[in-house]
């Protein structure tokens, strides 16, 4: 995956009445990536988007990056295919609702997608260790999942940290996400802290001038 930094915009903070335009809005403006949870209801406290949003949101937009970030229990084999198959170009989910975590980055990146797990902020990265080859990223969250507009846990920025050593230690270089509290102040001590995917909800879709969200964010990675 790329080394350099992305943004990747949420649409959990998009006004869903107009996720299209909004959707161009973001690209017209320059995000890198379009970020879509998936939440359940079950493994996390809210419900989210489906296979068939993905869909149309693929033919509206053939050449857009989508991150598709599953927040289900179970995490099972048809889930995936679904939002392979709906478009997806990244998915991600949390081990703690996977029984078989390898097998599962391994079908991931059999459809042709980039394959990543999900830290939670209680989750310890050691399992990673053993997964490297089947992995294309990490993404670390840096809030509980379920809700944009929360605050950024700094012990979170501490794994990131110790996953951008680990990963050193394995001569491996994969894409390190941050999901949670990212703006302007935050973006910095994530990208120091060797995350170079930056998640943002309501830092910038959550701004009515994407552009200028966009133009404080990159500020933000220099301060
Ligand atoms: C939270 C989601 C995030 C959320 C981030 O569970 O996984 O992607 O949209 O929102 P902000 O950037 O507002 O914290
Ligand atoms: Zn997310």
């Known amino acids: 995956m790329a080394t350099k930094y992305q943004f990747a915009g ?3 903070s998009a006004d869903l009445l107009r996720l299209q ?3 161009q809005d973001a690209l017209d403006a320059g995000i890198d990536v379009i970020h ?3 939440m359940d209801f079950h493994f996390v406290p809210n419900l989210t ?7 149309q949101m693929r033919k509206a937009f053939p ?3 989508f991150d598709v970030h599953l927040m289900v229990d179970p995490v099972t084999e048809d889930i995936i295919r679904a939002y392979a198959d709906a478009g997806a170009s990244w998915i991600s989910f949390h081990p703690e609702a996977c029984v078989h975590v390898d097998r599962t980055l391994a079908l991931i990146q059999s459809l042709g997608c980039k394959s990543g797990l999900v830290l939670n902020p209680g989750t310890a990265p050691q399992m990673l260790r053993y997964l490297w080859d089947k992995l294309d990223f990490v993404l670390v969250m840096t809030v509980n999942p379920g809700f944009g507009g929360q605050k950024l846990i700094p012990a979170a920025l501490q794994k990131v940290s ?3 050593r680990m990963a050193a230690e394995a001569n491996v270089k994969p894409a390190i996400e941050v999901d949670g509290g990212v703006d302007p102040v935050t973006v910095g001590a994530c990208a120091k802290a060797g995350a170079n995917v930056f998640v943002v909800g309501s830092a910038f879709f ?3 001038d994407r552009k200028a969200a966009l133009a404080a964010l990159h500020e933000g990675l220099t301060l």
Not at 49 to 55: E, R, T
Request: aromatic fraction near 8%; glycine fraction near 12%; avoid cysteine.
């Open 206 to 208: 959550g701004k009515s």
């Open 36 to 38: 879509f949870d998936v």
């Open 162 to 164: 110790d996953v951008r």
């Open 21 to 23: 335009a909004d959707v």
């Open 10 to 12: 949420s649409i959990l």
């Open 49 to 55: 988007f489906g296979p068939g949003l993905l869909a």
């Open 63 to 65: 050449q857009a990056i």
